[in-house]
């Protein structure tokens, strides 16, 4: 069992960057893959970028591939998403969540088991 605060979220010109993280505490942080998601007014929620529990594995969605960065310090147990060249469709409310696994990652949400409340990014043009 986890629990997942997302944080950094923000207002940021067209251009800019934002450095989201990801703060987990409960049992066995170590055993989970973490996973960014969001969504924007009206749309579904999509994924962004994963991370294995170990951080040697990663994937990304095709629109932020160059532009994002995900990464894990896992003796913080907190993950991070660097976001930079931020476009105004980029905005969105981000989340997190933990999948219980090893080594592999996997950006359908539905293999996710825990999330967090979410934080908002705003990008301007």
């Known amino acids: 069992q986890l629990q997942l605060v997302e944080s950094g979220g923000g207002l940021v010109q067209s251009g800019g960057s934002l450095r989201l993280s990801c703060a987990a505490s409960?049992?066995?942080?170590?055993?989970?893959?973490i996973g960014w998601f969001r969504r924007a007014p009206g749309k579904e929620r999509e994924g962004v970028a994963c991370?294995?529990?170990?951080?040697?594995?990663?994937a990304y969605q095709d629109s932020v591939k160059g532009r994002f960065t995900i990464s894990r310090d896992n003796a913080k147990n907190t993950v991070y998403l660097q976001m930079n060249s931020l476009r105004p469709e980029d905005t969105a409310i981000y989340y997190c969540?933990?999948?219980?696994?090893?080594?592999?990652?996997?950006?359908?949400?539905?293999?996710?088991?825990?999330w967090g409340q979410g934080t908002q990014v705003t990008v301007s043009s």
């Open positions: 969540a933990a999948d219980h696994s090893w080594g592999e990652v996997d950006m359908d949400e539905d293999e996710y088991d825990y």
């Open positions: 991370i294995s529990n170990t951080g040697r594995n990663t």
């Open positions: 409960g049992s066995n942080v170590e055993e989970y893959a």
